[in-house]
DNA sequence: TTGTCACTAAGGGTTTTCCCTTAGCGTAAT
DNA sequence: ATTACGCTAAGGGAAAACCCTTAGTGACAA
């Protein structure tokens, strides 16, 4: 018997997953959680063998949560869950101690075929995130400039929010030409070539959020 | 006994959705697909009384499925589902003949509540939607300058792309003033400042998606 | 028939973005 | 200590976006 829990802030998503695996052989849902905080709050009574976190939460998130629970529980197995391949976070995720990853848009079967392999000690990653992994692997040094730093966050975050680089400047005092720097950087990094394609990418890249 | 059908093409999501309603005492879910297309070809011999559809589908989309279904099965009731309030679609929604209308992040006796009133004769609106419908009918004749034109839509999925005004010119086979016309006249009927909030507007709308 | 509106296009102007360079400062690692 | 890098800032220039006006066409409706 597998022992699982779920924790995702999608109400529905995590009712319906609760379901889909609690009709399973072999796989017992011990609970769920909305948020990374109450699970943390609740974990220690618990006999659990594998969660499943969704990355993008509000409050701690998936890999904030990871982090701790293999602090106080490192045998406990994690299976990250997300909406998209190119959710860059899911480097982070695998470093901060996850065995799997599945995509949201994956089927059940796909899903339970994670948890069995993850909690007899295996890994288990959708085929198209390995695809992802080993581009990234081959082209490792490209990838290692691309990591944006807090300060290109913060602007990304503000340039999508449908703020100029003026105006950016003033919420932040500073330059507008500095602005402008961290502009073309974000767009170098993260290969895209005018705003419209930026904002894509913040939103699958998880640094924004449509909610 | 209530017999429902769900609609949807986002597989979890709608493997969750089936467990989740069909352990409820007198719903019975008949059956599932992931889209219109599917549906609206096997409709014919099932006893339907509630049909549960996702606006944003791959093929025929949920309007579309719902303006055919009304033609063959005019007593089938549909309720929307959709990911967010923003999403203009629901008056179309609702003009296709829909009696419900739910977000994707409401629980599960939100949606139990829906299924119920809509089944009984009666309406159910999201707190959210209805919030909307009001703002909208108080501000009625800024809302019919409002909607976009095939061709503004057009347009606006190749800004998204990230295309300049030249280059979607050149993909029309039109003046880049004529592609800057309808760049502004965008942005003053989405009520939105630039391309940044533009992109973000056209994801919640479902003129565009992340997959 | 008159009106409305989508679509087309252009002129002309301001602002913003985009792309390049150079450069000083501070911090952290080797 | 030298290197590397993030952050800051500026100059300069090309391109694109943004915002206004005017205007002709065709389609569709009152």
Known sequence: MINIVIVDDHELF???LVLVLGQVDNFNIVADYNSGDEFL????????????????????????TTIKLKEIKPDIKVIAVTMFVEDSYYL???????????LKKAGKYELMQAVTEVNSGG????????KKMAFKAINKEVEKEKALSPREVEVLKLICKGLSSKEISEELFLSPKTIEVHR???LRKTDQKN?????IWALKNNHISLG
Do not use: C, T, W, Y
């Open 195 to 199: 705003i419209a394609q930026l904002v």
């Open 14 to 16: 995590r009712e319906g």
């Open 123 to 130: 890994n288990f990653f959708s085929q198209e995130i390995l």
């Open 41 to 64: 709050k609740q974990i220690d009574p618990l006999e659990v063998d594998v969660v499943l976190m969704d990355i993008k939460m509000e409050g701690l998130n998936g890999i904030e």
């Open 184 to 186: 073309s950087n974000l």
């Open 92 to 102: 982070q995720m695998i470093n901060a101690g996850a065995h799997g990853f599945v």
